[in-house]
């Protein structure tokens, strides 16, 4: 294939989207949906959709929502006339599927309103609930092509990979502390942490360096909250439970309820917290060593516990205490490494070691706040004792959401609407402005191509005021690229931090990159003004219990993302051969070469599909781009590791591949060439027990294994020739591994006037040669 025929595919597809899509709305019954004769026209699972990751909790809480009327993400189809295809939204899909077809039972963990359900499969549900879920509607967006017989399969992929990536890669899902912030937003205690915080700028600094390690330029306090919330009852959590991470952050969920509900001043629970921070942060402030967060986290944790239980702490500020404290933790610097930090064992570790000096010291035995085997009957306790009663359809009926259908409303009538003071854009549970440059470029992008945006979900308070609940950032991006201000939250007019933003990284529509809204001809201003927004208004009038904030998690709430630069991300973009290839090759040897086993116990999240494409990457890298550095070395707490030093140029590259067809020849090249490594690897190892014949060669000590172990283990073998490749034995491998990883571990010999970087550059070097 020429240059020039490349050239008028990437024409062709970009004439397709500005001329012959076909987008259309409408709901479903998930009766309908799932019936017979949808089933049979629907794929679920085209090869560049990820797997199905959600576990049990997840898809406890997406059937929740379900039944409690919440409306979730459309379904985006391809509609190629014989066959539909899910391009997004299999997870919300499958998990339906899974649930009508009795594969799993809902978890209380994923209950927050119906916990009454829980172990119910859809067979065990009353008959009316069954009823309710069956004629729930799903609202579908589906994409077709019209009038254009010319178009091939690789074409057609290439379209359908597009409209998945525009909605996976559009609005960043919330973090764990933007959730809490909208959970905790009416909480009385977390109140009065705020405003503590308000007005102790220099104590939230403290924080911050001491423990959460937030910029200083970041004024967002949600992760620093989230951070005193859970050391309020970190005390009552015993840390060998906590270190499994099994039901963590419910169970903290849980005692800061308890805690809560319980407190009758939360003005003095507030200062007692502040006032062991500060105990806490004076004291690690007077130790003989370099600020870490660990031994900061596990000594605010012992003082928490033993000012809970009364203990005078006069020796804290002892001299001696102080050198006591400093000489020992000095001697296990060890224990607090950063490495493996989140690993059961180290958290326990390092709680032990500081549990048994302050122990020592003030005569308390820590013992049962390290190990507690009562705390799980203590636990179900707590939780509500009336889940195990039946969900009655009325206590239902109440919670359920009462909404209408969307209205559709021009882009010009809701950019008015929004600069008076009947509209609230960030109510007190959003989020601050996250959205960049090229996310609201591709929104823009989308209105002009007249791409279906999700629904706005506006709520319509007592107040008669419109809170928006979920679609700020697709507002923000529209009155930014206009230009246009909006009412804030204290009634002054503002503009968006993206304020007259020009057009960035555009995949089509690339003749408007760079341009801003007064820069386009007028005909697409109009477009773009008279572009329908679909809007869901709740209103409270007729829903007396409804919860704004449950209703912005539910939908904000987006379980395992795709990460950008990933192969999840991968799959769904880059071409078709290459993606099949890498997955043939995974797929060939995953009994023993994997970075993380794939089990029914847990998601697959293509990690070791990831891997194959790395190690190619590198070798391409190395072939074609001998200039380009592709790992990068470097020093960390006392050691040495490495790591792409660019995943976005991963992407950038997997990318061009769909346009160059030398580009693409190349590359193909290395993955194969990745695959005869793989079969190289597999014949020097013990035939018996390939897997943990890979684990000694490359272990640490453990049976984990680490990127920086294979792109060390490939770069051996990639840089000895033909002939030694095939002569080096499995002892002789290990034997130059066991050499690098004492580098890495050791770097003392390296000399401060050589850089990691340079170092390993050299030595893989002289293996070359």
């Given at each position: 294939m020429s240059d020039i025929d490349l050239y008028l595919n990437q024409e062709e597809f970009e004439n397709v989207f500005k001329k012959h899509i076909k987008a259309s709305s409408y709901s479903l019954s998930i009766k309908t949906l799932f019936g017979e004769r949808m089933s049979r026209k629907i794929n679920y699972h085209p090869y560049y959709q990820r797997n199905y990751v959600w576990d049990n909790s997840k898809a406890s809480f997406f059937i929740e929502s379900v039944l409690l009327g919440t409306d979730i993400p459309p379904l985006i189809f391809f509609n190629t006339g014989s066959k539909i295809e899910v391009i997004d939204g299999r997870q919300h899909f499958e998990t339906i599927k899974k649930f009508k077809s009795n594969d799993f039972k809902l978890n209380i963990k994923g209950l927050t309103k119906l916990t009454q359900l829980q172990n119910h499969s859809f067979s065990r549900l009353d008959g009316d609930i069954q009823d309710l879920l069956d004629n729930a509607k799903i609202r579908v967006f589906e994409f077709e092509v019209i009038n254009e017989p010319r178009m091939d399969s690789h074409l057609e992929d290439k379209i359908k990979k597009e409209i998945f990536r525009r909605y996976n890669s559009g609005i960043t899902p919330l973090n764990s502390a933007e959730i809490d912030n909208a959970t905790y937003d009416d909480d009385e205690l977390t109140n009065k942490l705020k405003s503590a915080l308000s007005n102790d700028s220099e104590l939230v600094q403290r924080i911050k360096d001491?423990?959460?390690?937030?910029?200083?330029?970041?004024?967002?306090?949600?992760?620093?909250?989230?951070?005193?919330?859970?050391?309020?009852?970190?005390?009552?959590?015993?840390?060998?439970?906590y270190a499994t991470g099994s039901n963590r952050t419910e169970i903290l969920d849980l005692l800061y309820g308890v805690k809560a509900n319980n407190t009758e001043d939360e003005g003095e629970l507030c200062d007692f917290l502040i006032d062991v921070l500060t105990k806490t942060i004076n004291f690690v402030d007077s130790l003989s060593i370099e600020n870490n967060k660990l031994v900061n986290e596990a000594v605010l944790w012992a003082l928490f516990v033993l000012s809970e239980e009364d203990v005078v702490l006069d020796k804290l500020e002892s001299q001696e205490f102080i050198d006591y404290v400093s000489k020992e933790i000095s001697k296990s610097l060890a224990v607090f490494a950063s490495d493996n930090s989140h690993h059961y064992r180290s958290i326990i570790d390092r709680h032990k070691y500081?549990?048994?000096?302050?122990?020592?010291?003030?005569?308390?035995?820590?013992?049962?706040?390290?190990?507690?085997?009562?705390?799980?009957?203590?636990?179900?306790?707590?939780r509500q004792?009336?889940?195990?009663?039946?969900?009655?359809?009325?206590?239902?009926?109440?919670?359920?959401?009462?909404?209408?259908?969307?209205?559709?409303?021009?882009?010009?009538?809701?950019?008015?609407?929004?600069?008076?003071?009947?509209f609230c854009v960030r109510p007190s549970y959003q989020r601050q402005e996250k959205i960049n440059v090229t996310k609201a470029s591709a929104i823009i992008e989308s209105i002009i191509l007249s791409i279906n945006l999700p629904p706005l979900f506006i709520f319509n308070n007592k107040d008669n005021v419109k809170e928006v609940i979920d679609g700020q950032q697709r507002l923000l991006s529209i009155l930014g690229f206009l230009g246009k201000p909006y009412m804030n939250e204290r009634g002054k007019t503002v503009y968006p931090k993206l304020n007259g933003f020009?057009?960035?990284?555009?995949?089509?529509?690339?003749?408007?990159?760079?341009?801003?809204?007064?820069?386009?001809?007028?005909?697409?201003?109009?477009?773009?003004?008279?572009?329908?927004?679909?809007?869901?208004?709740?209103?409270?009038?007729?829903?007396?219990?409804?919860?704004?904030?449950?209703?912005?998690?539910?939908?904000?709430?987006?379980?395992?993302?795709?990460?950008?630069?990933s192969f999840e991300m991968w799959n769904s973009f880059v071409d078709k051969d290459v993606i099949r290839k890498i997955k043939d090759i995974t797929d060939e040897s995953i009994d023993w070469f994997f970075i993380k086993q794939r089990s029914s116990k847990s998601s697959d999240r293509m990690q070791n599909e990831e891997l194959v494409t790395l190690l190619s990457y590198i070798s391409y890298n190395d072939?074609?781009?001998?200039?380009?550095?592709?790992?990068?070395?470097?020093?960390?707490?006392?050691?040495?590791?490495?790591?792409?030093?660019?995943?976005?140029?991963?992407?950038?590259?997997?990318?061009?591949?769909?346009t160059d067809v030398e580009l693409k020849r190349a590359f193909m090249k290395s993955v194969l060439g990745i695959g005869e490594c793989i079969k190289l690897l597999q014949s020097k190892l013990d035939q018996d027990d390939q897997k943990q014949?890979?684990?000694?060669?490359?272990?640490?000590?453990?049976?984990?294994?680490?990127?920086?172990?294979?792109?060390?283990?490939?770069?051996?073998?990639?840089?000895?020739?033909?002939?030694?490749?095939?002569?080096?034995?499995?002892?002789?491998?290990?034997?130059?591994m066991r050499e690098i990883l004492g580098q890495f571990k050791d770097p003392s010999h390296i000399g401060d006037d050589v850089s990691p970087q340079h170092h390993f550059e050299n030595y893989l070097n002289e293996i070359s040669k």
């Open positions: 001491k423990f959460v390690g937030v910029s200083r330029q970041n004024n967002d306090h949600s992760k620093v909250l989230q951070f005193l919330r859970r050391y309020l009852v970190l005390a009552s959590f015993p840390i060998n439970t500081i549990g048994d000096l302050f122990g020592k010291y003030f005569d308390f035995d820590f013992s049962l706040f390290i190990k507690n085997d009562d705390f799980k009957n203590q636990v179900k306790d707590m004792s009336e889940k195990e009663a039946k969900l009655k359809l009325s206590e239902l009926a109440s919670l359920r959401v009462q909404r209408p259908d969307p209205s559709l409303i021009p882009v010009e009538e809701i950019v008015s609407d929004l600069g008076g003071r009947r020009k057009l960035k990284s555009l995949k089509i529509l690339k003749e408007f990159n760079g341009k801003k809204f007064s820069d386009l001809d007028y005909l697409i201003q109009d477009k773009i003004l008279d572009f329908k927004l679909s809007v869901i208004e709740i209103d409270s009038a007729l829903n007396g219990n409804f919860d704004p904030v449950d209703l912005f998690i539910r939908l904000n709430n987006k379980p395992y993302p795709i990460k950008e630069n072939t074609y781009r001998s200039d380009y550095t592709s790992l990068g070395f470097y020093l960390r707490d006392n050691s040495i590791s490495c790591r792409i030093t660019d995943k976005k140029d991963v992407s950038s590259l997997l990318e061009k591949i769909s014949s890979l684990t000694d060669l490359i272990s640490r000590g453990t049976s984990k294994r680490y990127l920086v172990d294979f792109y060390l283990l490939f770069q051996i073998l990639q840089r000895m020739d033909n002939v030694r490749k095939n002569k080096i034995t499995y002892s002789e491998l290990q034997k130059k």
